[in-house]
Every structure is written in structure tokens, then in C-alpha cells.
């Protein structure tokens, strides 16, 4: 069993920045895989924001996000982080923490454990 703890989301301005972090304990051996973020706004499907392997080699991006959202981990401290910068009101959503052992890093359906979400507002 792994459990996924995330925070760092908060309500920010238009162009602003904050950097989530995803806390994992449990069974977090070399078996694992991809770490990935996923966000859901109201009313909407939940996506798929970012992901990372367990190495850290190997980063994907939903395109929206990229060139603003940068994706890390420390494996020593078994957290996963988030930098999302420039960030824009379509960015609100509450974001999830994931861990998948394989699958796709893109589909939620493939990922095994997720964490309670941190709500991220981004006003205009």
C-alpha cells in the first residue's frame, strides 16, 4: 500500500507561482514507476497534468502546461513536486498526486494510488 499526501495549493493571482508537493509513504520500492499530477475543474473530467518516472529521467507534460509546469522528485525524501509557473485562471482545479506501477502516464484509469487533492485558485 502506498498513500499520497499533497498540499501547497492555495489561491493565487494571475501570473503568480506555487509548487505542490506530494508526499508518499509506504511501499515505495524501485517498483514504481511514474509519479504524475492530475487536476479536475468543476464540472470537468479529470486530466492529466504531468508525470515523472521513478528515476526522474524521463518528465511529460500536458501541453498546455509546458514551458510554465516543472515536474521533480526527490526520492530520498519521497516527495514529488509540481512548479507551476505563470499560471493562468484556467489552471484552477484541484490537483491530484498519483503513483502508477505501469500503464500509461497519461491515463488515470492506469494509476494505482492517489492522494486527497489541493485546491489551486487562480484569479484573473
Known amino acids: 500500500q502506498v498513500q499520497l499526501v499533497e498540499s501547497g495549493g492555495r489561491w493565487v493571482q494571475a501570473g503568480g507561482s506555487l509548487r505542490l508537493s506530494c508526499v508518499a509513504s509506504?511501499?515505495?520500492?524501485?517498483?514504481?514507476?511514474?509519479t504524475g499530477w492530475f487536476r479536475q475543474a468543476p464540472g470537468k473530467e479529470r486530466e492529466f497534468a504531468a508525470a515523472i518516472s521513478w528515476s526522474g529521467a524521463a518528465k511529460y507534460y500536458l501541453d498546455s502546461v509546458k514551458g510554465r509546469f516543472t515536474i521533480s522528485r526527490d526520492n530520498a525524501k519521497n516527495t514529488v513536486y509540481l512548479q507551476m509557473n505563470s499560471l493562468k485562471p484556467e489552471d484552477t482545479a484541484v490537483y491530484y498526486c498519483?503513483?502508477?506501477?505501469?500503464?500509461?502516464?497519461?491515463?488515470?484509469?492506469?494509476?494505482?494510488?492517489w492522494g486527497q487533492g489541493t485546491q489551486v485558485t487562480v484569479s484573473s
Open positions: 498519483a503513483a502508477a506501477k505501469t500503464g500509461d502516464y497519461d491515463i488515470p484509469e492506469d494509476y494505482d494510488y
Open positions: 509506504g511501499d515505495m520500492s524501485s517498483n514504481y514507476y511514474y
